[in-house]
Structures are given as structure tokens and as C-alpha cells.
């Protein structure tokens, strides 16, 4: 997430000096092949992620569940939607590139341009949903913290020591 965010952040670096201030580019061509190489930069970022995306945000709902409203911030519920949304949606679209790349030509392998432009068109089609999860992402690293730090009703509230008498070591010392 902390990668998306960082690619994000060099993409509206770019954007901003790239583009006059209605957004168009200055150079179509140019522009096109840095926000394919942002696409494919943030799928690469988001993938060690990918598989154990659900169980993040299964624990994170159980633990945003059973918070004290105290401790819940509101947007935390709408983030996780988001984030659930569009990890429903990127699976159909791995599911979709698994379909094309078996399509292609036996002769498609990585680096040829059937291969890399079927490649681009599916970092292009999953960019948005990849861009939710490096925005929203975090929501799940507050909810841990959260979590973590708020009171636990399976845990007793700590009592102090009770007083005890004169330290005998001390007393033997003098």
C-alpha cells in the first residue's frame, strides 16, 4: 500500500508538469507510455498483497465489529466497501487476463507485443480498483491499531500491587 502511494504520488509529479491546466498532455504519446508503465508499476506493487487481501479486510471488519464507538472513525465502514468493491472487481479482471492470455497465439510470451499490449490493456482496465486500494488501504492498518490499543473485555482491569511492608533488604543493609 505504502508502494501505491508512492507511485501515486510520482504520477501526479508527472501529471502536473506534463499537462497544461486543463489536464491535457503535452505529448499524447509520451503520456500514454508513463501511465502504462504507472499501471503496471502499481499492479507489481499490489500483487505480493493480493492473496491475503480478503483475510485483510475479514479481519479488519471482525475488529472495526467489535471497537467501542469511541475508537471507530465514520469513513472506516465506507473504506472497507471500497476496498471489498474493488477487490471483487480486480478478480474478475485476473479471472478475464488468465481467459486472454490462454487465447493468445502460442508465440505470445512475455516481451512480445501480443503478450505485452494484452498485458497493458488489463493493468489499464484494473488501475482504478488498484488506485482504491492504495488510497483506502490504510483504513486497514488503522482499525489494527485500534484494535490493538483499545481496552479488551476478555481482559481483567489491572488492579494496583498491594502495599506491602518495609523492604527487608533495605532494612538488613543498615
Do not use: C
Request: glycine content about 4%; charged content about 30%.
Amino acid at each position: 500500500m505504502s508502494d501505491s502511494k508512492k507511485i501515486l504520488d510520482a504520477w501526479d509529479a508527472y501529471s502536473d508538469e506534463h499537462t497544461d491546466l486543463d489536464g491535457w498532455p503535452y505529448d499524447d504519446h509520451a503520456y500514454g507510455r508513463r501511465a502504462s508503465q504507472r499501471d503496471a508499476d502499481t499492479a507489481e506493487a499490489f500483487e505480493p498483497l493480493r492473496y491475503g487481501a480478503r483475510h485483510l479486510l475479514a479481519t479488519a471488519e471482525t475488529q472495526l465489529a467489535h471497537l467501542p464507538e469511541t475508537n471507530v472513525q465514520s469513513r472506516w465502514v465506507y473504506q472497507l466497501g471500497v476496498l471489498r468493491d474493488a477487490l471483487d472487481r480486480l478478480d474478475e479482471l485476473h479471472k478475464q487476463w488468465l481467459v486472454t492470455r490462454d487465447a493468445l497465439p502460442a508465440t505470445a510470451k512475455p516481451g512480445t507485443p501480443d503478450f505485452d499490449d494484452a498485458l497493458a490493456e488489463h493493468h489499464t482496465e484494473s488501475w482504478s480498483y488498484l488506485d482504491d486500494w492504495g488510497t483506502h488501504g490504510k483504513a486497514l492498518r488503522e482499525i489494527n491499531t485500534a484494535a490493538r490499543k483499545a481496552p479488551s473485555p476478555l481482559a481483567p482491569t489491572p488492579t494496583p500491587a498491594p502495599a506491602t511492608g518495609p523492604d527487608r533488604r533495605a532494612a538488613a543493609r543498615k
